[in-house]
Each structure stands twice: as structure tokens, then as C-alpha cells.
């Protein structure tokens, strides 16, 4: 690889010479792709050398290759991206969990000010006194009173052990306040909670797989067995996106005998790795406990590989919502300049031979579209029991269970500075809470809640307005407004925004959200899903489900025969 750098700074230097030496005359080599390869390398030399000698600004040649390398490779897939040096701290998060920090998440606002969002439990920031609401003003002397969050970031982030020196402003502190800390490694914790639900199941959520997320998965499971006999576990992969697959064969491993396969890759016929398969190799830590695995439209790779292999060997119910259907392989490779591409390399077959990718970019990329093939023209494959499942478009769930749906005001105040604001002062006011099991609103907090939202004019896109707005248009296109614009007229007086109502409407489910947000800034990430477990629909079916061991038998044994 750095001989071919060489080359192509060779070429660069060269077209800065004769910039017109990419323009080739006379007979044209055989178009192999060794051909266009080089005809490429030229061709890109020829037009950054141009671009340094002629634009009419100045212009960054690095920024403008890794902009140029970001959009090449994009046109591939989703997968495929490239890392420069100073971006391999994001990969290494990504496949590790690790950075050196303080350990808390940060966010911008609209007047570029930011604030700390969300310390994390047990991290320096939290353990350094720094909460939720602090408006960052400088870190080490620099100034960030108006910035962005890249650059804070990058700020915060340094080689554990070093010392760093945070100036904020507190919502309600009469002055800035310093504070002076070492970072440390930071370590993101894929289990962050699990526990004993309905009295005698185990319940473990999983957000995403790193290096560590067996270890941490392990650990959770050894440490539910130790405190009780346990009739079933829930294994939770809702939201998980995915990360290393040596670790989702290690954590199917936990619950089936070694020598099993779990994942088989298949790449181009010129790869001399082109077909590789994946067995367990360990002694399983229990193979007999009863199983229910969640997932839903945002499960995906790892995490499909851990719920279609399971599935497939009859080992676990899988429940909830069809998951992504990401079952391509990405493999991380070095460039020079200590640069990384990942590069998906593969597809992934699960043990009864499907492979669950549910789009083809192969279409995307010859400008087709994207093709998805619907449930039902997917291939039915067989589980060990003969029980039928299906490939291309995700893993299908053995009991469905649909989440109750949202209203949209919900999401615009997740996302709100004023509803943020309010829970900020609202902990200023109340040093200790109850705990996250027995922690309730009362009715004057949540009516103080409501008109504080009034009385900041809060927002939002109401559907309802919108949908009728299409209507209309609609109407007036196929020649039927005329007749019913009387009609129109009285639902949009009906649909005017009403604040009030809105709030006094959805209340139920904004109480939930607070609660689980105030939860959060007392006792972390932990204290907010260990009461969102209890209240989660999807884990109650599964419980149900656990203690329901004919059902569950039924589940997984093999069809009745025609």
C-alpha cells in the first residue's frame, strides 16, 4: 500500500509539470480494471494539481481528498468508510468501547453554547462534581463560549492520567465555577443494566458489542445465577446496531455446546478468505435455562447474528419486531498515514443457510434504486426442529410484539433546551429523590411542568395539520375541493394547536419520559432502565411468555406433520 502512495504522489508531482498529461492520445490499452485503476490515479493527480495551481481560492488538498474519498466510498454502501488519523479514536470507540476523556456526553445549542448533557456514572466528570445543565465556558484556558460540539470534544478528550481544567457556568450559580480533574479511560459499558424481573427471570439489555460486550454479558448472567435460581432469562438486543461478530459467537456460545456453527462469511471468489466458519469453542455457561431474546427495526448485524443463530438452533424465542437486516461483513484494513478504511468484504449465512440482508446495494449502485425484497418472496429455510424461517429482510420475530406507538410531541420534547432546562432546575430544587423503583411526579410538578412549556411557547409539527394539509391539496388536484371546502374550513378551526390540550392529552406518556429523565441525572443510565423495565410492555409479554413454559416449548418444537 505505500508503494502504491508513492506512485500516486509521483503522478501528483508530475501533473503540477504538465497538467495536461491526463489527457492520453492515440491508441487506448485493453479497459481492465488495472487500467482504470491507473487511469484513475491519474486522472485524480492531474485534477488536485490543477485545483492547487488555478482555483481561484486557496484550497486544502487534504480536506478536499478526504471529502472526495468519503463520497467514493459511500456510493458503495453505508459500511464502507474511511478514518483519517485524527478519526481513529471514533473507530477504536466503536470496536472497543474505550477513549481517554472525562466520560460525559456534551451537546450544542442553538446559540452555539454547550453544555454538559449526560455525565456518566462513575466516570471523572461525575466524580468531579460536573452535572447535567453546566454550560462549558472553557477547558484548559481555551475559550468555548460559542464553539461546536466536534471541537469541545476534542478538547475534553486527551491521554488518560493528564490533567484538565474546566471552567462552566451552573444554571442559577451567582459565578463560573472551576474544576480541576485528571482523565481518565473511559470505558462505555455495552450492559448497562440487568436484573431479576417478575421474582425469578433474569433480564440483561445489551447495547451494542465491542471487545468487552461478552465479558460484561457473562459477568451479568454469573452474577443473576449467584443471587437466584433463575426459571428464564431475557436477553435484550432492542436498539443494538451491532459491532464485533467474534463476540456475538462468543455470547451464542454461553447457551449452546461448543463445535456449534454459528455464523458463516462468504466474500468475492479472488479472496483467499473468501468462505470462513465460525464455531463455538467454549463450554457453555448454560444450555438448558429458558430463553426470550428482544429485538426490533434497529437490531442489527451483531445483534441478528446473536437472535437468527439462536433462533435457528432452537434455543431461544426471539420476540418483538423484525430486525434491520444488515448481513454484510466489514473488515478494518491500514493506509498509509496511519489512516483506516473499513471495507465490507463479505454476507454472513446464519446456521440454516440464510443470509438476512435486506437491501441490495449492487441496485443502489447501478441506479436502480433500492431494491428490497418483501416478506413474501423471501426463501423459507429451516431451523434444526424443521420450524420455518425466512432470509433477505431481517430476523422475523417467533411472537411479535409491537411497542405502543409514541405520540410526535413526545419526540419534539426529547430533543427540547426549555423541557432540559425545567428538569435542570427541577433537580436544583430537590437534592435527593426516591429510588427509581418508588420515585413518582406529583400533580403539582407536572402542572408546574405544563406551564412552564405554555409559558415558553414550546412547539411542534402537529401530523394531524399536516395530513389534512394534504388532503386538501389532494382535493383540489382530483377536482373535489369545491364541494367540500366547508368541510376543510371546520376541521382546520378543530385542529388548531392547543397547547394545553396537547399536554393534558399525552400527559400519561410526558410523565414517563420526565421520569425517566430525572431518573437519569440522580442515578444514571442504570437507575432510569431499571424503572423503564418494569413499564416496558415488550418485556412483560416476555415474562409472561417465560412463565408460560407449555407456550414456550411449543414455540420452539417442530411443526405438526401435514
Given at each position: 500500500m505505500r ?9 501528483l ?12 492520445r ?17 486522472v ?7 485545483l ?12 478536499l481528498s ?10 458503495l454502501?453505508?459500511?464502507t ?17 474505550e477513549y481517554g476523556g ?10 452555539s453554547?454547550?453544555?454538559i448533557n ?17 454550560v ?5 484556558g ?6 461546536t460540539?466536534?471541537l ?19 444554571p442559577g450559580a451567582?459565578?463560573p465555577?472551576?474544576?480541576s ?14 436484573g431479576?424481573v417478575?421474582?425469578?427471570y433474569?433480564?440483561?439489555a445489551?447495547t451494542?458489542?465491542?471487545n ?7 459477568r ?9 435460581a433463575?426459571k428464564?432469562l ?7 446496531g ?12 454461553f447457551f ?20 470462513m466458519?465460525?464455531r463455538?469453542?467454549a ?7 429458558p430463553?426470550v431474546?428482544?429485538?426490533d427495526g434497529?437490531?442489527a448485524?451483531a ?9 435457528d438452533?432452537?434455543?431461544?424465542v426471539?420476540?418483538g419486531q423484525?430486525?434491520y ?24 449465512y ?5 443470509c438476512?440482508?435486506?437491501?441490495n ?11 428490497v425484497?418483501?416478506?413474501s418472496l423471501?426463501?423459507v429455510?429451516?431451523t ?8 433477505a429482510?431481517?430476523?422475523?420475530p417467533?411472537?411479535k ?5 409514541l405520540p410526535t410531541?413526545l419526540?419534539?420534547l ?22 427509581p423503583?418508588e420515585?413518582?411526579l ?13 409559558d ?5 409539527d402537529?401530523q ?37 390540550h396537547?399536554?393534558d392529552?399525552?400527559?400519561?406518556a ?18 432510569a ?5 418494569t413499564?416496558?410492555?415488550v418485556?412483560s409479554?416476555?415474562i ?19
Amino acid at each position: 500500500m505505500r508503494l502504491l502512495h508513492r506512485a500516486s504522489l509521483a503522478l501528483l508531482s508530475l501533473a503540477c509539470i504538465l497538467p495536461l498529461s491526463a489527457q492520453r492520445r492515440g491508441a487506448q490499452p485493453k479497459q481492465d480494471n488495472k487500467y482504470n485503476y491507473m487511469q484513475a490515479i491519474d486522472v485524480l493527480g492531474s485534477s488536485m494539481a490543477l485545483l492547487d495551481r488555478y482555483f481561484v481560492d486557496s484550497v486544502d488538498l487534504k480536506q478536499l481528498s478526504r471529502l472526495g474519498l468519503a463520497s467514493m466510498l459511500e456510493s458503495l454502501d453505508p459500511y464502507t468508510e474511511y478514518y483519517s488519523a485524527e478519526d481513529n479514536d471514533k473507530l477504536r470507540l466503536m470496536t472497543t468501547g474505550e477513549y481517554g476523556g472525562i466520560g460525559s456526553i456534551i451537546s450544542q445549542r442553538p446559540d452555539s453554547t454547550i453544555i454538559i448533557n449526560s455525565p456518566m456514572e462513575g466516570m471523572p466528570a461525575a466524580k468531579a462534581g460536573l452535572k447535567a445543565g453546566d454550560v462549558i465556558l472553557e477547558v484548559d484556558g481555551k475559550d468555548f463560549r460559542r464553539s461546536t460540539s466536534e471541537l469541545v470534544s476534542a478538547a475534553l478528550k486527551g491521554s488518560p492520567g493528564s490533567k484538565i481544567t474546566i471552567l462552566v457556568q451552573r444554571p442559577g450559580a451567582p459565578k463560573p465555577q472551576l474544576f480541576s480533574f485528571k482523565r481518565e479511560q473511559v470505558q462505555v459499558n455495552p450492559v448497562p443494566y440487568y436484573g431479576i424481573v417478575g421474582k425469578d427471570y433474569g433480564y440483561i439489555a445489551l447495547t451494542s458489542f465491542p471487545n468487552t460486550a461478552a465479558e460484561e454479558v457473562k459477568r451479568a448472567l454469573l452474577d443473576l445465577k449467584g443471587r437466584k435460581a433463575l426459571k428464564g432469562l431475557i436477553l435484550d438486543l432492542r436498539g443494538n446496531g451491532g459491532g464485533l461478530i467474534d463476540e456475538a459467537i462468543k455470547i451464542v456460545n454461553f447457551f449452546v455446546p461448543a463445535g456449534q456453527v454459528v455464523v458463516t462469511t462468504r466474500g468475492r471468489a479472488l479472496s483467499t478468505r473468501q468462505e470462513m466458519t465460525y464455531r463455538t469453542s467454549a463450554k457453555p455457561l448454560d444450555t438448558e435455562l429458558p430463553l426470550v431474546v428482544l429485538i426490533d427495526g434497529s437490531s442489527a448485524s451483531a445483534s441478528e447474528i446473536v437472535s437468527g443463530a439462536l433462533q435457528d438452533m432452537d434455543r431461544a424465542v426471539v420476540m418483538g419486531q423484525k430486525s434491520y437486516g444488515k448481513g454484510l461483513v466489514q473488515t478494518t484494513m491500514q493506509l498509509p498515514y496511519d489512516g483506516t478504511i473499513k471495507l465490507t468484504t463479505a454476507k454472513y449465512y446464519i446456521p440454516s443457510g440464510r443470509c438476512i440482508q435486506r437491501i441490495n446495494y449492487r441496485s443502489v449502485r447501478e441506479g436502480k434504486g433500492e431494491q428490497v425484497t418483501p416478506d413474501s418472496l423471501t426463501q423459507v429455510f429451516h431451523t434444526r426442529a424443521g420450524r420455518e424461517v425466512r432470509d433477505a429482510g431481517g430476523i422475523l420475530p417467533d411472537v411479535k410484539v409491537t411497542a405502543d406507538s409514541l405520540p410526535t410531541m413526545l419526540f419534539y420534547l426529547t430533543y427540547n433546551n426549555d423541557a432540559f432546562d425545567w428538569i435542570t432546575r427541577y433537580t436544583q430544587q430537590h437534592k435527593t429523590i426516591a429510588s427509581p423503583l418508588e420515585f413518582r411526579l406529583s400533580a403539582a410538578d407536572y402542572a408546574d411542568f405544563a406551564q412552564y412549556m405554555i409559558d415558553k411557547k414550546f412547539d411542534y409539527d402537529r401530523q394531524s395539520s399536516k395530513e389534512l394539509k394534504r388532503l386538501e391539496d389532494l382535493a383540489k388536484f382530483e377536482g373535489y375541493y369545491e364541494r367540500t371546502k366547508a368541510e376543510f374550513e371546520r376541521l382546520k378551526t378543530l385542529l388548531v394547536p392547543d397547547l394545553k390540550h396537547d399536554l393534558d392529552y399525552h400527559k400519561a406518556a410526558i410523565e414517563r419520559q420526565l421520569t425517566t429523565s430525572i431518573l437519569t441525572r440522580y442515578y444514571y443510565d442504570r437507575g432510569a432502565r431499571e424503572r423503564s423495565v418494569t413499564e416496558d410492555k415488550v418485556v412483560s409479554e416476555g415474562i409472561k411468555l417465560l412463565a408460560d413454559g407449555a407456550r414456550y416449548r411449543q414455540l420452539l418444537s417442530p411443526p405438526a406433520k401435514k
